[in-house]
């Protein structure tokens, strides 16, 4: 049984920092891609970065580069997403997902644009609201 489990969201100031986490278990951890996702009320949802863990691949949307980082801590199995200087404009629901196509890193870009049914598996979310 596959799950992703978000953690670490909450309040936080403009202009601090704030760490999300996505615990991924029930399958291969090293073989597949990972996205954040979020979505704000009333609007779409936003693709915002992506990795391979494979090789550590990684891509970012305009509205989060040089701000957000996306990595994997191999220690606690997680994947991260490490928010610094966050805005008003970032609050929103957070969500992980997991691409299981086997190349998946040569499009971590599309995969920030697939469709919910078009990626494996989805956590249920976490809330992060800046102000």
């Known amino acids: 049984h596959v799950q992703l489990v978000e953690s670490g969201g909450g309040s936080v100031q403009p202009g601090g920092s704030l760490k999300l986490s996505c615990a991924p278990s029930?399958?291969?951890?090293?073989?597949?891609?990972f996205g954040w996702f979020r979505q704000a009320p009333g609007k779409q949802r936003e693709g915002i970065a992506a990795?391979?863990?494979?090789?550590?691949?990684?891509y970012y949307a305009d509205s989060v580069k040089g701000r957000f980082t996306i990595s994997q801590d191999h220690a606690k199995r997680t994947l991260d997403l490490q928010m610094n200087d966050p805005q008003p404009d970032d609050t929103a629901m957070y969500y992980c997902?997991?691409?299981?196509?086997?190349?998946?890193?040569?499009?971590?870009?599309?995969?920030?644009?697939?469709?919910?049914?078009?990626?494996?598996?989805w956590g249920d979310g976490t809330q992060v609201t800046v102000s």
């Open positions: 997902a997991a691409d299981g196509d086997p190349y998946c890193a040569s499009g971590l870009r599309a995969l920030l644009s697939k469709p919910t049914d078009g990626l494996d598996y």
């Open positions: 990795i391979y863990q494979g090789g550590g691949s990684r």
């Open positions: 029930g399958y291969r951890y090293n073989s597949n891609c």
